[in-house]
C-alpha cells in the first residue's frame, strides 16, 4: 500500500487503464468477484434506482477504486482524492463518503447492521465504528450525505458471484463525460 497523496488520476485515459486492471483483481468480498464486478454490479443498482442521476452511477462504478492502492480503513477518502482533480467535487465526495455512510447507518438504521457482509462487519470496527451524536450531525449536513446513503446501500448488495450486468464498455460514455475540463 503507498502513500495515498501519489496517486492521482489525471486523465480519463489514465483511468480507464485502471479500471481495465481492476477487471483482474480479486475482491475480498468474495472469492471469484473482482473488483471490477462488484463496482459495475453497484454502478447497475444505482441506475435501476436512479435512472437520472448518471453522476451517481458513476460514482458507484468508481467508489472502491482505492482498494487497491490504500489502507482499507482510508480507501475512499484515498479514492476521493485520487479522483477529485478529473471527475470533480460531486463524484469525489461521493467516494469519500461511502465509508462514512457505511457508518453513519449502522448508528442511525438499527436494521442495517443485518445487512453488512461478513467482510463488512470486519472492517466496520477498522473504520471506526459507530458514529458519535456529532459525527452524525456532521454527517448529515453535508450536501452529499443523502446520496452517498443511496451509493453505500448499493455497495452492500453489489457483491452477487456471477450476476450478468453491463460491462465496463458500457459505462465509458458516461466516465467521460463527467470528467471535469
Not at 459495475?40 to 451517481?56: H, M, N, T, V
Not at 492502492?69 to 475512499?76: A, C
Not at 442495517?112 to 466496520?124: G, V
Not at 458514529?131 to 448488495?157: F, I, K
Request: glycine residues 8%.
Amino acid at each position: 500500500m503507498s502513500d495515498t497523496a501519489s496517486i492521482a488520476f489525471t486523465s480519463v485515459e489514465a483511468l480507464e487503464a485502471f479500471l481495465e486492471e481492476m477487471i483482474h483483481t480479486p475482491s475480498d468480498e468474495a472469492e471469484g468477484l473482482s473488483e471490477m464486478d462488484h463496482g459495475l454490479q453497484c454502478a447497475a443498482i444505482l441506475k435501476a434506482e436512479r435512472p437520472e442521476d448518471i453522476g451517481l452511477q458513476v460514482a458507484g462504478l468508481l467508489h472502491d477504486v482505492g482498494h487497491t492502492f490504500s489502507h482499507i480503513r482510508d480507501h475512499g477518502e484515498a479514492g476521493g482524492l485520487a479522483l477529485r482533480d478529473l471527475m470533480g467535487d460531486r463524484i469525489a465526495d461521493l467516494v469519500s463518503l461511502h465509508v462514512p455512510a457505511k457508518r453513519y447507518l449502522v448508528t442511525t438504521d438499527p436494521a442495517y447492521r443485518a445487512l453488512l457482509s461478513p467482510r463488512s462487519i470486519e472492517t466496520l470496527a477498522l473504520q471506526g465504528g459507530d458514529m458519535s451524536p456529532e459525527e452524525v450531525a456532521a454527517y448529515e449536513a453535508h450536501p452529499h450525505g443523502a446520496e452517498a446513503v443511496l451509493l453505500r446501500r448499493a455497495d452492500e448488495q453489489a457483491k452477487v458471484i456471477g450476476l450478468d450486468v453491463p460491462g465496463l464498455d458500457a459505462w465509458r460514455q458516461a466516465v467521460k463525460n463527467h470528467v471535469q475540463a
